[in-house]
């Protein structure tokens, strides 16, 4: 809990497919699919000093949220983060919604364990596959989520680079 008060309001789903439209379009999502998903949750923007985040829950917080800034009161985070925003309004995704995406979007590449093992240290690795796109949604041979990365297509292979990936949280979040 944070005495410095933070901005929490509530969104509707229709509210956060707009801030999602450039994320859903560079996946190649589905935005029905996606925009269902989403109506069944609680949404929810954090506005801090530095920067927003999104989050969903499935319970409603509002009551709660309301007691307690009447009290001085300040959550800092509700529920799961799923994006990040700037002043700025630059949109980060952030790894829970890799998990949600996986099932909604087509841009999205399947690896063997030893490739995933390097991904999830944050290293670029090297396919000779031809990939058509600039960025991927990477998962394992399960169709788990497990990083986001930028796709650079070489003359005879293609590098795929991590953005941001699970073994993050281990390197360097926290």
């Known amino acids: 809990m944070s005495s410095q008060k933070m901005l929490v309001k509530t969104i509707s789903a229709h509210e956060l497919m707009g801030i999602l439209e450039k994320i ?14 989403f109506s069944k949750c609680y949404i929810y923007e954090i506005i ?22 009447k009290i001085g009161l300040h959550p800092y985070m509700i529920g799961t983060p799923i994006l990040r925003v700037t002043k700025s309004k630059k949109i980060f995704p ?3 919604l890799g998990n949600i995406l996986t099932k909604y979007c087509k841009k999205i590449i ?8 390097k991904i ?11 990939i058509g796109f600039n ?11 497990i990083a986001y990365a930028k796709i650079k297509r070489e003359k005879n292979y293609t590098l795929i ?4 990936d ?5 390197r360097k979040g926290g």
Not at 48 to 69: A, C, H, R, Y
């Open 24 to 37: 859903i379009m560079e996946f190649d999502c589905s935005y029905d699919e996606i925009y269902e998903h």
């Open 48 to 69: 801090g000093e530095k920067f927003s985040q999104i989050s969903l829950s499935t319970s409603d917080f509002s009551n709660i949220i309301n007691v307690m800034s």
């Open 94 to 96: 952030l790894l829970p």
């Open 110 to 117: 399947r690896l063997n364990e030893n490739l995933i093992n």
């Open 120 to 130: 999830i240290y944050g290293k670029t690795i090297e396919i000779n596959d031809k």
């Open 135 to 145: 960025r991927a949604i990477i998962v394992n041979k399960y169709g788990e989520f």
């Open 161 to 164: 680079i991590p953005e941001l």
């Open 166 to 170: 699970i073994g993050w949280y281990l």
